[in-house]
């Protein structure tokens, strides 16, 4: 992002203005939005650095758009906006179109859309991945060890138009094998870590399979399968650490319920 700078004055009962700069490196857009929730108009300007401009609680809520999400219902005022963006290799654009009522099919419109302008410049992709390695290690955590397999892919992207892409990437999954060694069977043993806790149906306890991420030239310090289970492992005990405490450990360790390598 580079820098993040951010100015807002409160201004009578429930009314403010806010003014903010941000980044080197932000998506190249112009936007005016709207937001009914907190009653706030925004304008936003980005080409290398943006600047948004924000008035909040001085629009009334009857003013705003509103929508009906059942025939015949109570209508409720709807987020909308007027914006061109760049992002992704696509030329993004709305005009006056809320995401809600976009959603359904029969309310396409040509007012909202994208562009893949990347996608004609570079011409038809072929992707191909090849495995290159295949190691396994024990990773550390408060209530034992964990079995985890780190598998290397070599990636080339080839386009039509477009120079020749190739690079690494990593797949390292929580488990281990079972039976014998010609035919042994992967069995998948999840690594638990706290729910997110963001709505009531993640409040439990959640766990993580595998995860996939690319090596050189992306993330060139991770060149050796060990780095890339220590990336694992980092990720593991990061989201451990946000979602709990530095020192989670699951329910099913302290009931003495979970089979773990000790």
């Known amino acids: 992002m580079g820098f993040n700078k951010r100015k807002w004055w409160p201004i009578g009962n429930n009314h403010s203005i806010s003014i903010e700069v941000a980044g080197w490196k932000s998506t190249p857009h ?9 009653r706030k108009v925004r304008f936003s300007l980005a080409l290398g650095f943006a600047v948004y401009i ?6 009334p809520r009857s003013w705003f758009p509103t ?17 061109l963006k760049i992002h992704g290799g696509h030329f993004w654009w709305n005009f006056w179109v809320s995401d809600d009522w976009s959603s359904w099919t029969k309310n396409k419109t040509w007012r909202k859309g994208n562009f893949d302008f990347m996608g004609m410049l570079k011409g038809k992709h072929k992707y191909e991945r090849r495995e ?8 550390p955590f408060l209530e034992g ?14 386009y039509t138009h477009w120079p020749t892409r190739r690079m690494v990437s990593w797949e390292v999954r929580a488990g281990y094998y079972e039976g014998p060694p010609n035919e042994a069977n992967w069995k998948d043993k999840p690594i638990p870590v706290e729910g997110k806790g963001e709505n009531s149906w993640d409040c439990d306890e959640d766990a993580t399979w595998s995860i996939s991420f690319p090596g050189p030239p992306y993330k060139k310090d991770l060149n050796t399968p060990y780095l890339a289970a220590l990336y694992f492992w980092h990720s593991m005990m990061k ?7 530095a020192k989670w450990i699951p329910q099913g360790f302290k009931e003495k319920k979970l089979n773990i390598i000790r």
């Open 30 to 38: 112009i936007i005016f939005l709207i937001e009914p929730d907190e």
């Open 54 to 59: 924000s008035l909040n609680g001085w629009i």
């Open 67 to 83: 929508m009906s999400y059942t025939k015949g219902g109570d209508r409720y005022p709807e987020e909308r906006e007027i914006s």
């Open 132 to 139: 290159a390695d295949r190691r396994q290690f024990l990773l």
């Open 145 to 158: 060890l964990y079995n985890v397999e780190v598998i290397k892919f070599d990636r080339t992207d080839s």
């Open 239 to 245: 989201s451990r650490e946000q979602r709990g405490s």
